[in-house]
């Protein structure tokens, strides 16, 4: 099997995501990150979560796809399980 390297804010976000039901937006990812590792240093900002979660995606490690949320259409990011 290809091994898929991964950096740790790809971790720290794959694994917020999988916290949240394997399926999140970027804002609720980042509101999980700012609840629960407060004293982080990266992934601190909308930006940078969802900068991160593409690049996971792109890696074929998650999936996206838009979704409604109130009278805009986000992009929702869904952990593929191996």
């Known amino acids: ?3 898929k390297k991964i950096t740790a804010k790809m971790e ?3 694994n917020a995501v999988k916290e949240l039901g394997g399926k999140a937006f970027a804002k609720d990812v980042l509101a999980y990150l700012d609840e629960k590792f407060a004293d982080r240093t ?3 900002t909308f930006n940078a979560v969802n900068a991160t979660l ?3 995606a792109g890696k074929g490690l ?3 796809a838009k979704a409604p949320v109130g009278d ?3 992009t929702e990011y869904t952990v593929v399980t191996e």
């Open 62 to 64: 998650a999936t996206k």
């Open 54 to 56: 593409a690049a996971v």
């Open 12 to 14: 720290t976000a794959i």
């Open 72 to 74: 805009k259409m986000l």
């Open 1 to 3: 099997m290809d091994e």
């Open 42 to 44: 990266e992934l601190k």
